[in-house]
């Protein structure tokens, strides 16, 4: 890229840049070292298939509002038009309408997502100057930059609309990777929860080489403490079980498709070697069931998914 290109892209985006991401390019050299090395991104397309990962790929993603230590969830939601039904042989249609899910996001006007958790963050976000969305994909993170527009409803349901991005920045080391683990994929996680030493069994969200998140029900969220550790087994067919003592680091939840999720962090207490060599392998594994099923998908929807 040259000089003068570089120069009237910082021009253009230097008030997103200070916004968004001052403390990462506090100088014109950083700036232009993330514009080469294609880090900082504005191109719409890009965007653009950033959030189709997310909603296709149903991401639990991160919402940064100025302190990157305060965390909120949510899922980027879809948005079809409103229109009144017409009723053919009992069905109903929308007259001249074919909506496909996620079409909204082509439009590059806005982002829709389920209210954010904690529940203060719906609060907060209302006057907050900036806002960033963080999207993880299968080798880097991604945190995006918008602002808040309105609530609004969907079927029934409270949801916030957020502007389309203009910029974005690729973190690559902002935090462990972390893969999806695919509903399809048989996992089991089993949990140790009070003093009768009985399993809770569940599945995990997602898994990195430090901890992982899992999905809990609601009356055992009132069972877990932070900070307390827990013996926790992993176990898929035809291997031998994973036991790791794991520290609760998080209680949140987020709302999917059907209804509210609740989940809990946890981080592991890696002992030996051996116990880290068999997580890496479970990662690895996982990582390449999840590879195939967004390549399955990409195929299937036509859309460049990350």
Known sequence: MLENEVKQLYRRYKSDLRLFFKEQFSDYDEVKTGFRSGNIVTDEKLLLSYLQTAFFDEKICEIHLGNPDDIYFCRVWDHAPEQEGVFEDGDEEFAGLEYE?????????RIITSPLEPGL???????SEQIVMRIATTTFAVDLGTYYREKIDVD?????QLDFPTIGVIQKSAREYRVKV???YDITVRLVIGSSEEAYATRPLDVSIHGMAIVIEKE???SLQIDYRYNVEIAIPNEDPIKVTCIVRHLS???DKKKIMHMCG??????DKVLAAQLEKLIATLQRAHLQELSEKSYEL???LL
């Not at 079409?103 to 006007?109: A, N």
């Not at 963050?121 to 006057?127: C, L």
């Not at 029934?156 to 916030?160: D, E, K």
């Open 101 to 109: 899910p996620g079409d909204y996001l082509v439009e590059f006007d």
């Open 121 to 127: 963050g719906n609060f907060r976000i209302v006057s």
């Open 156 to 160: 029934g349901l409270p949801m916030l």
């Open 182 to 184: 695919i509903s399809s």
């Open 220 to 222: 055992h969220r009132e």
């Open 253 to 255: 939840k987020v709302r």
């Open 266 to 271: 946890l981080s592991f207490v890696l002992d």
């Open 302 to 304: 036509g859309i460049d």
